[in-house]
């Protein structure tokens, strides 16, 4: 529980982005958070029992949600939403996703 604590007040600061670019410090943070969710809830599932194909699904569900989250979180408290923010954690999960699904475990 303490990881997803920090994950979401890493995810959910404030930075005070003044323009939505598509490439940039954010873009990168949005990245790779997805891809750590993606990699931290896919091991998690494995390590209660789930298969690997219910726990690269599992894992997906929760990172689309922590991004998802983020965005409504950002529209609801006066922040930035971005679609341009959901491309790279989807791309961010992406990328996990491909890396988890050829792993030999």
């Known amino acids: 529980m303490r990881a997803f604590a920090l994950i979401f007040t890493l995810h959910f600061g404030n930075g005070g982005v003044a323009a939505d670019r598509w490439f940039g410090a954010d873009k990168a943070k949005h990245f790779f958070m997805a891809a750590f969710v993606q990699s931290v809830t896919f091991s998690g ?6 298969g690997r194909n219910a726990s690269l699904v599992g894992a997906t569900i929760t990172t689309a949600a922590v991004g998802v989250g983020k965005e409504l979180y950002d529209a609801r408290t006066g922040g930035d939403p971005s679609l341009k923010d959901l491309t790279w954690d989807a791309g961010g999960m992406l990328a996990a996703g491909v890396l988890l699904h050829r792993t030999p475990r």
Do not use: E, I, N, V
Not at 45 to 50: E, I, V
């Open 45 to 50: 599932f494995r390590t209660a029992g789930l």
